[in-house]
């Protein structure tokens, strides 16, 4: 594969503030490398400046707007300021998803998929930024919309605007999911039991930041210069581990994450070839470190076995700890983790950070079956629905396993079904279900390895007393929304005090 050519101007230390002006010049990032002596010196230097991907033991590659090279100027260290001379391949022969579409193009694709499948595929807007671009995802299932009892999966790729194999390959993905689907039984499978969304492009100012027409000057971070891999509320640093505002592209994450209680996702990024599971912020393994080191290692597997020679074998034989390579605070992923009970992991796709789009098709060739084999993680492990034991209505709950859980590994079973989705390593455990107002329940379970353990539970409420307890409980599952709809089933409620003192409830739904 080409490599960008780079070119390395050595600065000293003492670099005026006149000079840095020049460097931001151009553009508000700038690309550099130090030499750092140990962990801890580089841990605490990613508080202050993007650490890149690539790094040897002594020597670090690093991206900062002004404000955030300032600070680093201030460390006093020597550094190497790193041109990356913009590459323009040759687009013009599109076919075969050998081309990074233009911005336009882009959105009609995914319009067109909507268009060509109404049933199988939405296309939501999540928001448009100030630029007018607008950050789109595609939801993909039969019964689309509709909420059932799946898991819900997501691919977001390139919240690095720069990073770009995985756009293209998300494109491609939702376009052989959908063609797929009544021909191909595995696809099908994932099409009817797995509520799919993938949103291709999470920065497209940065992808774009040269105009809409191509992606040959495309930037790491947004238009206001903030990574947006840094942006996310921290399980170790709390709100705003940037010292930024949160941007107008995590507000729309964070906004979609509040929307669909997604069960598993990844972070598709580029720059390296290995996948990197939580956590990034702190040395803490999580309670499911097996699981999450089981599904990083299928996925690098099938990288290495439909790629060429030396493809996704970076660090441990393609797989690795995020904080044991390097520290990263305000990641999207540990965000997912810690505050979603979502198991987000980080995928980094090609050494290239835009490959030549004549590598694409080899890229999807080599990565398409360990993202549908993620995907398919989604329906495994431990599942079923929580259910009140007087009514057989379905409740929110909480999922804890006994003796394990760790650091928000726990899950949430959602209304409007129900249905809860814990995934594990294979093993036995006990798993306690439990909701105010309902004597928790603990269970024995087995688990196997790519296989679906079906535990389907009900909790005996302690006792309902009043009308507005039982309304309480209605309430919850009128408010349930997707996307701002308002699911509004329950036609009829009818409560009556029997002679033990509980309540009997009558409730129709339509
Ligand atoms: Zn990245």
């Given at each position: 594969m080409l490599k960008n050519i780079i070119l390395l101007l050595f600065i000293p230390f003492f670099c005026l503030s006149e000079n840095v002006d020049t460097l931001f010049k151009k553009k508000g990032e700038i690309y550099f490398s130090f030499e750092y002596k140990n962990k801890l010196e580089l841990n605490k230097i990613s508080k202050i400046v993007s650490i890149d991907h690539k790094i040897t033991s002594e020597i670090a590659y690093a991206y900062a707007n002004k404000r955030e090279f300032l600070e680093f100027l201030n460390l006093k260290k020597e550094y190497k300021i790193i041109e990356l001379k913009p590459i323009i391949y040759n687009?013009?022969?599109?076919?075969?998803?050998?081309y990074y579409p233009t911005y336009q193009e882009y959105v009609s694709m995914m319009y067109d998929f909507q268009n060509l499948y109404p049933n199988l595929c939405k296309i939501h807007s999540l928001g448009t930024l100030s630029s007018g671009r607008e950050i789109l995802i595609a939801q993909i299932s039969n019964n689309v919309g509709n909420k059932e009892d799946e898991p819900s999966f997501l691919y977001t790729s390139s919240m690095h605007g720069d990073e770009l194999a995985g756009y293209v390959l998300s494109l491609r993905l939702i376009d052989y999911l959908l063609e797929g689907y009544g021909n191909d039984s595995r696809l099908t499978n994932l099409v009817e039991n797995i509520d799919i969304w993938i949103n291709p492009l999470a920065n497209p100012d940065g992808a774009y930041?040269?105009?809409?027409?191509?992606?040959?000057?495309?930037?790491?971070?947004n238009a206001n210069w903030v990574d947006l891999n840094r942006n996310y509320p921290d399980p170790?640093?709390?709100?705003?581990p940037d010292g930024n505002v949160y941007q107008p592209e995590t507000i729309i994450f964070l906004g979609l994450a509040d929307t669909v209680n997604f069960t598993i996702s990844a972070n598709i990024h580029g720059g390296v070839e290995v996948c990197n599971y939580p956590w990034d912020t702190w040395s803490n393994l999580t309670a499911d470190n097996n699981w999450w080191q089981y599904v990083s290692q299928q996925y690098a597997d099938s990288c290495q076995a439909n790629g060429?020679?030396?493809?996704?074998?970076?660090l441990n034989d393609g797989i690795t700890n995020g904080h044991d390579w390097y520290e990263v605070n305000g990641g999207r992923q540990d965000y997912m983790n810690y505050f979603k009970n979502c198991r987000e992991v980080t995928l980094e796709l090609s050494d290239d950070k835009t490959p030549n789009p004549n590598d694409l098709p080899y890229l999807w060739d080599a990565n398409y079956p360990s993202l549908i084999n993620y995907m398919e993680?989604?329906?495994?492990?431990l599942r079923g629905i929580i259910s009140d034991s007087l009514t057989g209505l379905p409740i929110n709950a909480k999922v804890e396993i006994f003796n394990h859980d760790v650091d928000s590994s726990h899950v949430y079973s959602h209304l409007p079904i129900g249905n809860y989705h814990r995934y594990l390593y294979q093993g036995n455990y006990d798993v306690t279900f439990s909701k105010n107002g309902y004597y928790p329940k603990t269970i024995n379970t087995t688990i196997l390895n790519n296989n679906i353990t079906i535990e389907n539970i009900q909790l005996i409420p302690i006792n309902i007393t009043n009308v507005s307890e039982v309304n309480k409980e209605i309430n919850q599952i009128n408010n349930f929304d997707l996307l701002g709809r308002k699911t509004n089933k329950i036609k009829n409620i009818n409560v009556s005090n029997k002679s033990d003192d509980s309540v009997n409830k009558i409730i129709t739904i339509e």
């Amino acid at each position: 594969m080409l490599k960008n050519i780079i070119l390395l101007l050595f600065i000293p230390f003492f670099c005026l503030s006149e000079n840095v002006d020049t460097l931001f010049k151009k553009k508000g990032e700038i690309y550099f490398s130090f030499e750092y002596k140990n962990k801890l010196e580089l841990n605490k230097i990613s508080k202050i400046v993007s650490i890149d991907h690539k790094i040897t033991s002594e020597i670090a590659y690093a991206y900062a707007n002004k404000r955030e090279f300032l600070e680093f100027l201030n460390l006093k260290k020597e550094y190497k300021i790193i041109e990356l001379k913009p590459i323009i391949y040759n687009n013009s022969n599109k076919n075969n998803w050998n081309y990074y579409p233009t911005y336009q193009e882009y959105v009609s694709m995914m319009y067109d998929f909507q268009n060509l499948y109404p049933n199988l595929c939405k296309i939501h807007s999540l928001g448009t930024l100030s630029s007018g671009r607008e950050i789109l995802i595609a939801q993909i299932s039969n019964n689309v919309g509709n909420k059932e009892d799946e898991p819900s999966f997501l691919y977001t790729s390139s919240m690095h605007g720069d990073e770009l194999a995985g756009y293209v390959l998300s494109l491609r993905l939702i376009d052989y999911l959908l063609e797929g689907y009544g021909n191909d039984s595995r696809l099908t499978n994932l099409v009817e039991n797995i509520d799919i969304w993938i949103n291709p492009l999470a920065n497209p100012d940065g992808a774009y930041a040269g105009g809409n027409q191509n992606v040959w000057s495309a930037t790491r971070y947004n238009a206001n210069w903030v990574d947006l891999n840094r942006n996310y509320p921290d399980p170790e640093d709390g709100a705003h581990p940037d010292g930024n505002v949160y941007q107008p592209e995590t507000i729309i994450f964070l906004g979609l994450a509040d929307t669909v209680n997604f069960t598993i996702s990844a972070n598709i990024h580029g720059g390296v070839e290995v996948c990197n599971y939580p956590w990034d912020t702190w040395s803490n393994l999580t309670a499911d470190n097996n699981w999450w080191q089981y599904v990083s290692q299928q996925y690098a597997d099938s990288c290495q076995a439909n790629g060429s020679s030396g493809y996704f074998n970076y660090l441990n034989d393609g797989i690795t700890n995020g904080h044991d390579w390097y520290e990263v605070n305000g990641g999207r992923q540990d965000y997912m983790n810690y505050f979603k009970n979502c198991r987000e992991v980080t995928l980094e796709l090609s050494d290239d950070k835009t490959p030549n789009p004549n590598d694409l098709p080899y890229l999807w060739d080599a990565n398409y079956p360990s993202l549908i084999n993620y995907m398919e993680q989604s329906l495994f492990g431990l599942r079923g629905i929580i259910s009140d034991s007087l009514t057989g209505l379905p409740i929110n709950a909480k999922v804890e396993i006994f003796n394990h859980d760790v650091d928000s590994s726990h899950v949430y079973s959602h209304l409007p079904i129900g249905n809860y989705h814990r995934y594990l390593y294979q093993g036995n455990y006990d798993v306690t279900f439990s909701k105010n107002g309902y004597y928790p329940k603990t269970i024995n379970t087995t688990i196997l390895n790519n296989n679906i353990t079906i535990e389907n539970i009900q909790l005996i409420p302690i006792n309902i007393t009043n009308v507005s307890e039982v309304n309480k409980e209605i309430n919850q599952i009128n408010n349930f929304d997707l996307l701002g709809r308002k699911t509004n089933k329950i036609k009829n409620i009818n409560v009556s005090n029997k002679s033990d003192d509980s309540v009997n409830k009558i409730i129709t739904i339509e």
